[in-house]
Nanobody, 121 residues
Framework: QVQLAESGGGLVQTGGSLRLSCAAS????????VAWFRQAPGKEREFVAG????????YYLDSVKGRFTISRDNAQNTAYLQMNSLKPEDTAVYYC??????????????WGQGTQVTVSS
C-alpha cells in the first residue's frame, strides 16, 4: 500500500504560481510512476502531468505544457507540480496518484485526497 498526501493548493490570481507537493509513505516511492490529475466542477477528471519512476521521463497535458513542471525527489518520497502562469481554467481539485511500473495516462492504483486550486480572473 502507498499513502499519498497532497499540499500546496490555494487561491491565486491569473498569472500567478503555485507548487503542489505529494508526500508518499508506505512503500519505496522509486518503484512507482507518479501523476497529477485534476477535476473541475461538472467535468471529468483529467491527466495533467506524469513522471516515471526514475524521473527521466515526463508527460504533460497539451494545455499545461510550458507552464507546469512535474518533478520528484525519491530520497524524500515526494513529487511536485510547479504551476506557473496560472489561468482561471486551471481551477480544479488536483490529485496525486501513483502506479507501480511504467508511466501511463491511466491505471493508477493509489490516490491522495486532493487539494483545491482556485485561479481568480
Amino acid at each position: 500500500q502507498v499513502q499519498l498526501a497532497e499540499s500546496g493548493g490555494g487561491l491565486v490570481q491569473t498569472g500567478g504560481s503555485l507548487r503542489l507537493s505529494c508526500a508518499a509513505s508506505g512503500r519505496t516511492c522509486s518503484n512507482y510512476a507518479v501523476a497529477w490529475f485534476r477535476q473541475a466542477p461538472g467535468k471529468e477528471r483529467e491527466f495533467v502531468a506524469g513522471i516515471s519512476r526514475s524521473g527521466g521521463s515526463t508527460y504533460y497535458l497539451d494545455s499545461v505544457k510550458g507552464r507546469f513542471t512535474i518533478s520528484r525527489d525519491n530520497a524524500q518520497n515526494t513529487a511536485y507540480l510547479q504551476m506557473n502562469s496560472l489561468k482561471p481554467e486551471d481551477t480544479a481539485v488536483y490529485y496525486c496518484a501513483a502506479r507501480a511500473g511504467t508511466l501511463l495516462l491511466r491505471g493508477y492504483d493509489y490516490w491522495g485526497q486532493g487539494t483545491q486550486v482556485t485561479v481568480s480572473s
